[in-house]
């Protein structure tokens, strides 16, 4: 697999294992009344949302061995363009002019600093 590849999925995995392992830990807030360690271990969204995270901090360090941290960790603000669409689908979040200028801004700001 190339190099170019081999970051797209990194990142794809890392963008998305975040924003979805968010998504998981907000799904799993929302059904916890009583916040205890026992409890929080006895939720799957919060066990699926920390797996989640975990898979996106993992990607992330390897994003490293393809690309500069200059460039590398400022591409994973793509989580948050994935977080605006899942939370619309999921929590029926509204999409906002603002935040399609915003998800615009941050995709142009990737395609500049990946060059």
Same mark, same amino acid.
């Given at each position: 697999? @190339? $190099?170019?590849?081999?970051?797209? #999925?990194?990142? +794809? #995995?890392?963008?998305?294992?975040?924003?979805?392992? =968010? +998504?998981? *830990?907000?799904?799993?807030? $929302? /059904?916890?009344?009583?916040? %205890?360690?026992? $409890?929080?271990?006895? $939720?799957?969204? *919060?066990? *699926?949302?920390?797996?989640?995270?975990?898979? @996106?901090?993992? &990607?992330?360090?390897? *994003?490293?061995?393809? +690309?500069?941290?200059?460039? =590398?960790?400022?591409?994973?603000? +793509? %989580?948050? #363009?994935? &977080? #605006?669409?899942?939370?619309?689908?999921?929590?029926? /979040?509204?999409? &906002?002019?603002?935040?399609?200028? @915003?998800?615009?801004?941050?995709?142009?700001?990737?395609?500049?600093?990946?060059?």
């Amino acid at each position: 697999m @190339s $190099n170019i590849v081999m970051i797209v #999925v990194i990142l +794809l #995995v890392t963008t998305i294992s975040g924003s979805l392992g =968010a +998504l998981g *830990l907000k799904q799993g807030m $929302n /059904e916890v009344t009583d916040l %205890t360690v026992v $409890n929080a271990i006895k $939720n799957k969204w *919060l066990l *699926l949302g920390s797996f989640l995270y975990i898979v @996106s901090a993992v &990607t992330n360090i390897a *994003l490293f061995k393809y +690309l500069d941290y200059s460039i =590398a960790f400022p591409m994973t603000s +793509l %989580t948050y #363009v994935w &977080t #605006v669409f899942i939370s619309y689908f999921t929590f029926k /979040e509204k999409i &906002t002019p603002l935040k399609l200028v @915003s998800i615009g801004l941050i995709i142009i700001g990737v395609i500049i600093i990946s060059r």
